[in-house]
């Protein structure tokens, strides 16, 4: 299992312990991602205030799972070219 798998795998299983449906994890991912490319350097009371403008109510990112979904978008090289302020590709 490569690092990316991993992370990723570590990730689901922490959202899930926190209480998320399976079906719904991929989603909850998509919306951290769309949270962290918009500011790179939130904390994870921001990552929360921006998941709830999403429609994310009923679960709240801690520091870790914030920093796992960090390391896991990195890993997938999804992250923001600072360079260019360019997002990549999802």
Same mark, same amino acid.
């Given at each position: $299992?490569?690092?990316?798998?991993? +992370? =990723?795998?570590?990730?689901?299983? =922490? !959202? #899930? #312990?926190?209480? !998320?449906?399976?079906d719904t994890i991929p989603s909850f991912i998509r919306s951290m991602r769309? &949270? +962290? #490319?918009?500011?790179?350097? $939130?904390? /994870? !009371?921001? *990552?929360? =205030?921006?998941?709830? +403008? ?5 679960? @709240?990112?801690?520091? /870790?799972? %914030?920093? !796992?979904?960090? *390391?896991? +978008? @990195?890993a997938e090289g999804i992250i923001i070219s600072l360079s260019t302020g #360019? %997002?990549?590709? &999802?």
């Amino acid at each position: $299992m490569n690092s990316i798998s991993k +992370f =990723r795998q570590i990730l689901v299983d =922490r !959202l #899930a #312990a926190k209480g !998320l449906e399976k079906d719904t994890i991929p989603s909850f991912i998509r919306s951290m991602r769309i &949270c +962290f #490319a918009t500011n790179p350097k $939130m904390n /994870h !009371l921001k *990552a929360n =205030r921006q998941l709830q +403008f999403l429609g994310w109510y009923d679960i @709240e990112v801690d520091y /870790h799972t %914030l920093q !796992l979904s960090i *390391a896991c +978008f @990195e890993a997938e090289g999804i992250i923001i070219s600072l360079s260019t302020g #360019a %997002l990549p590709v &999802c």
